[in-house]
């Protein structure tokens, strides 16, 4: 058995973040990834830049197929920059196959001809992300018309029909964008409200902007079964009394959360601790329960982001070269981000989680209309709200549902993390016209004052 130094499980965006890293230090590393179509990982390959790439060409009026072809060469030139940038390097081997542990320290990997290699680690990373989670629901599982978010940005032709299961990140990106392409989407979630994290006021705008983009809601419902009828998919659900309600789709898409990815890895031959949804239990520097193997990204549970893989890279860094102050738990000011039209992003607290705090705040808002740059670009939906520590003058959170939030909501973590006082941002000189500028205004006069 090979003797590897640090082997990296998953070719994810902290596990091929840091194999670079360890190489460019003089450090001997094994990637395994057990699909040729995942190098560089989940984000690039099926997730984040594929969905993102749709949705801006389901907002210019590309054809859907057009759309995905366009989606698919971006793809391949993303894999193959990234499969380069591991395998450049002397000190890499990126070895295609399915690795599972056969002791604390030691794993196999099945690769596509057969052959079953074993390695010993001296360090062992483990970023091997999540999987699509579907519900058990009758019918669902095993229905010809099921969707994952990766099917559903690879079909043929567009959906005319379009149900989604869960009004997640998924959910509503997926809807948004399908909208668009043309399909008629209906949006399926057990809980009684969309957006449950976010103030009524933002909630209900982006339901109402959905809505006139077409999008159907049933919430609150209890899917009871699936079937086929006459070629389409039969959806039966209750919603809250017994009276059951069927409609019809071509495609049913199951957005329903994602699960870390630790079925394949055989975690029972070690003592590497898993929850009880599956993820590894790691602790504030991402070590799991056997020294010497930690846990990176979508597979240790917790928020599901490319950026929060990014960031486990970095305290695993500080661990293993640095000053070793880096810990999970002073990722404190983390945004996020919904790219739908337009977009919404948020950081720190809500006006509803302040009062339920009992924080006081001060609130700024204003609405996109009022924005010279939102007329520019033809959309003034939306608005800002921003809350401010009285006593402090420091943000303590904001919602941005506007055009270009994904961008300026990074001003406002800035000036959250830097401990800036809002009039920072208030009397900053920016250019013109932006949204970003909206600064200058949205400051001048709290609404609750
Ligand atoms: C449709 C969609 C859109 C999203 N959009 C965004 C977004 O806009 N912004 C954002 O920040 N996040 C987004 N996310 C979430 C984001 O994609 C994930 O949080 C992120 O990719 C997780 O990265 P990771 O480092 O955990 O591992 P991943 O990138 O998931 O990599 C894991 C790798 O491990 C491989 N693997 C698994 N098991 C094994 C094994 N046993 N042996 C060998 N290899 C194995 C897999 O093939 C995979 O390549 C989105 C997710 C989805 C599904
Ligand atoms: N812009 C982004 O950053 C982005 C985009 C897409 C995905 N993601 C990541 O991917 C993860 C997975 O996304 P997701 O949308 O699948 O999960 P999610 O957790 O965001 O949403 C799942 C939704 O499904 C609903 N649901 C669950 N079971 C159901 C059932 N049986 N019947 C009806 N509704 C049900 C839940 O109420 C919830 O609203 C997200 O948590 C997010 O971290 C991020």
């Not at 579907?134 to 969707?147: E, M, R, T, V």
């Not at 957005?255 to 031959?269: I, V, W």
């Not at 420091?394 to 270009?404: D, M, S």
């Amino acid at each position: 058995m090979e003797t590897i130094k640090n082997i990296i499980i998953g070719f994810g965006k902290g596990g091929k973040t840091l194999a670079k890293f360890l190489a460019q230090h003089g450090e001997q590393v094994l990637v395994v990834e057990k699909s040729k179509q995942m190098y560089g990982g989940t984000c690039i390959n099926i997730a984040c830049l594929p969905s993102k790439r749709l949705i801006i060409e389901a907002a210019h009026g590309t054809s859907f197929e057009d759309a995905v072809d366009g989606k698919n060469v971006m793809t391949a030139q993303l894999r193959q920059k990234n499969y380069q940038m591991l395998a450049s390097e002397d000190n890499i081997t990126v070895l295609d196959g399915t690795a599972h542990f056969t002791g604390n320290h030691t794993i196999n990997v099945q690769t596509p001809d057969g052959k079953e290699l074993a390695y010993k680690g001296e360090r062992i990373f483990i970023n091997t992300g999540a999987t699509p989670t579907i519900p058990d629901i009758s019918g669902l599982k095993n229905s010809p018309f099921l969707l994952n978010s990766t099917d559903a940005m690879n079909q043929d032709k567009l959906p005319r029909e379009l149900v989604i299961i869960g009004g997640g990140y998924i959910g509503l990106e997926f809807a948004n964008m399908f909208a668009s392409f043309g399909s008629r989407v209906t949006i399926l979630d057990h809980h009684k409200s969309l957006l449950p994290r976010e103030d009524d006021d933002v909630a209900e705008m982006v339901i109402q902007n959905f809505k006139d983009n077409g999008v159907k809601f049933e919430v609150g419902v209890n899917i009871k079964d699936i079937s086929e009828q006459d070629e389409q998919a039969a959806i039966t659900f209750t919603r809250g009394d017994n009276h059951e309600i069927t409609i019809f789709a071509d495609k049913i898409l199951a957005a329903t959360g994602r699960q870390p990815e630790t079925a394949s890895l055989d975690l029972q031959n070690t003592d590497i601790k898993v929850d009880k949804k599956g993820a590894i239990v790691v602790n504030d520097l991402l070590q799991t329960t056997v020294p010497n193997v930690w846990a990176i990204g979508d597979v240790k549970g917790g928020p599901q982001f490319t950026y929060i893989s990014l960031d486990d890279f970095r305290i695993i860094k500080d661990e293993l070269f640095g000053n070793k102050e880096r810990r999970v738990s002073d990722r404190l000011i983390v945004p996020t981000n919904v790219f739908i039209e337009p977009s919404l992003a948020q950081v720190g607290l809500t006006e509803k989680e302040a009062k339920k705090q009992g924080k006081d705040y001060l609130l700024f808002k204003m609405p996109a209309a009022a924005i010279p740059k939102a007329k520019v670009l033809k959309d003034t939906r939306g608005l800002l709200k921003v809350l401010v520590d009285p006593q402090t003058n420091l943000i303590i959170g904001a919602t941005l549902y506007i055009q270009e939030a994904q961008e300026i909501i990074n001003m406002i973590v800035l000036a959250m993390r830097a401990k800036l006082p809002y009039q920072m941002l208030r009397d900053q000189i920016y250019t013109h016209p932006t949204i970003s500028e909206a600064f200058n205004d949205l400051f001048k006069n709290p609404v609750n004052n």
